[in-house]
């Protein structure tokens, strides 16, 4: 589109047109605030009134603008200030491309980013620096987003070191999960977490970004082992007794004997279990 340097539309193309619902003589009746979305109006006032002023004669920016029929349409838009040589008039030459689909995929990547029941972080693909984190990931470790944004992981003491997590993260690559098994993590408080993890080198705006996830697994494997420490007291608890003990399992086949019988018996555990007790 061409547009005034009152923010009027001169000449507008069929593609426009279409992205917007408008004949071409509606929008060249029509200023481009009078199509924009109030919230966003300001944008493309502040970036004329800049060029206008001295300032940068191109600029480049995403805003919503409003269809005829009222919905919203995400646009980026990229524009030049230029002087004609005739008259020396000056006008904006504006490219605007609809890019709705591509931030309803990013509204809806960052919904499930929220809610997601597992920690999730994004990091830069080269620096590792924290770009996002969701509130699962502050619910586990500690550290709130603003606490992590621009630095590492390295930097606030959640790996062991660096080369952890480079071994880590050593196959990762576009577009594959690299799934690693249980690591154990450090919160903000100095404790460790049992997690198991996994990440992906995903594009977001643009720009290639580490997508991690890790499962808080701790509590599972606490109560995994005071159950098998509760089953190591109880067998200590058997072996010990002087009466011979045993178990039988819900059809009447025994399942467990302890030392005792042996003692008592003179015959092998190992040849009865798992015979029939009327046997």
């Given at each position: 589109?061409?547009?005034?340097?009152?923010?009027?539309?001169?000449?507008?193309?069929?593609?426009?047109?279409?992205?917007?619902?408008?004949?071409?003589?509606?929008?060249?009746?029509?200023?481009?605030?009078?199509?924009?979305?109030?919230?966003?109006?300001?944008?493309?006032?502040?970036?004329?009134?800049?060029?206008?002023?001295?300032?940068?004669?191109?600029?480049?920016?995403?805003?919503?603008?409003?269809?005829?029929?009222?919905?919203?349409?995400?646009?980026?838009?990229?524009?030049?200030?230029?002087?004609?040589?005739?008259?020396?008039?000056?006008?904006?030459?504006?490219?605007?491309?609809?890019?709705?689909?591509?931030?309803?995929?990013?509204?809806?990547?960052?919904?499930?980013?929220?809610?997601?029941?597992?920690?999730?972080?994004?990091?830069?693909?080269?620096?590792?620096?924290?770009?996002?984190?969701?509130?699962?990931?502050?619910?586990?470790?500690?550290?709130?987003?603003?606490?992590?944004v621009g630095r590492t992981s390295i930097?606030?003491?959640?790996?062991?070191?660096?080369?952890?997590?480079?071994?880590?993260?050593?196959?990762?690559?576009?577009?594959?999960?690299?799934?690693?098994?249980?690591?154990?993590?450090?919160?903000?408080?100095?404790?460790?977490?049992?997690?198991?993890?996994?990440?992906?080198?995903?594009?977001?705006?643009?720009?290639?970004?580490?997508?991690?996830?890790?499962?808080?697994?701790?509590?599972?494997?606490?109560?995994?082992?005071?159950?098998?420490?509760?089953?190591?007291?109880?067998?200590?608890?058997?072996?010990?007794?002087?009466?011979?003990?045993?178990?039988?399992?819900?059809?009447?086949?025994?399942?467990?004997?302890?030392?005792?019988?042996?003692?008592?018996?003179?015959?092998?555990?190992?040849?009865?279990?798992g015979r029939r007790f009327e046997e």
């Open positions: 589109a061409l547009v005034s340097t009152q923010g009027r539309f001169l000449r507008v193309n069929a593609a426009l047109c279409r992205m917007l619902g408008y004949s071409a003589d509606e929008l060249t009746q029509l200023s481009f605030n009078d199509v924009t979305h109030p919230e966003d109006a300001h944008i493309g006032a502040e970036t004329l009134k800049r060029a206008l002023g001295g300032g940068p004669a191109r600029a480049e920016f995403d805003k919503r603008y409003l269809h005829k029929t009222g919905h919203v349409v995400w646009a980026h838009v990229a524009t030049a200030l230029v002087t004609a040589e005739v008259e020396s008039r000056r006008f904006f030459v504006a490219h605007i491309e609809d890019v709705t689909p591509l931030r309803r995929t990013e509204e809806r990547f960052r919904m499930v980013f929220a809610n997601v029941p597992a920690a999730l972080t994004v990091t830069g693909a080269h620096d590792g620096r924290f770009v996002d984190a969701n509130g699962e990931f502050e619910r586990v470790f500690g550290w709130t987003k603003d606490e992590l930097e606030i003491g959640m790996w062991k070191s660096a080369q952890a997590r480079a071994e880590a993260l050593q196959s990762v690559s576009l577009g594959h999960s690299v799934h690693v098994n249980e690591i154990s993590l450090h919160r903000q408080d100095g404790s460790l977490r049992r997690v198991r993890s996994a990440a992906q080198l995903v594009e977001l705006d643009g720009e290639t970004l580490l997508l991690s996830a890790f499962l808080d697994l701790t509590e599972q494997r606490r109560a995994e082992q005071e159950r098998l420490q509760a089953e190591q007291r109880y067998r200590e608890l058997i072996d010990g007794v002087r009466d011979v003990i045993f178990a039988l399992d819900p059809n009447g086949v025994i399942s467990s004997l302890n030392p005792a019988f042996e003692r008592v018996t003179g015959m092998p555990r190992a040849d009865w279990i």
